[in-house]
């Protein structure tokens, strides 16, 4: 069994920052890759952002810039630094982890789901 649990999000102005954080725990043998995706009302979800094997980054070409991500192996952690937010980022944060759990077959695991709104 492995657990995701997110924290982070919440309501910001325009230009605003916010953090996200997610952690999994459980039954971990090895994780591939940790990453952050959105759905916006109405939209499908997309990639934000992911670290493939611990250090190759990779980043929507909206959030480019604005964005950063960051992993803690040792806390089998991943964060997403959000800056300069705009309206358009507006959506519900997922992240994302792909672990070879207690099965030794690589999984997805996914977050809750935190809410990130951009409004003045």
């Known amino acids: 069994q492995v657990q995701v649990v997110e924290s982070g999000g919440g309501l910001v102005q325009p230009g605003g920052s916010l953090r996200l954080s997610c952690a999994a725990s459980?039954?971990?043998?090895?994780?591939?890759?940790m990453g952050w995706y959105r759905q916006a009302p109405g939209k499908q979800r997309e990639l934000v952002a992911t670290?493939?094997?611990?250090?190759?980054?990779n980043y929507a070409d909206s959030v480019k810039g604005r964005f950063t991500i960051s992993g803690d192996n040792a806390k089998n952690t991943v964060y997403l630094q959000m800056n300069t937010l705009k309206p358009e980022d507006t959506a519900v944060y997922y992240c994302?982890?792909?672990?070879?759990?207690?099965?030794?077959?690589?999984?997805?695991?996914w977050g809750q789901g935190t809410q990130v709104t951009v409004s003045s």
């Open positions: 459980g039954s971990i043998f090895s994780i591939r890759s």
């Open positions: 670290i493939v094997g611990g250090a190759d980054r």
């Open positions: 994302n982890f792909v672990i070879r759990d207690d099965s030794l077959w690589f999984r997805d695991y």
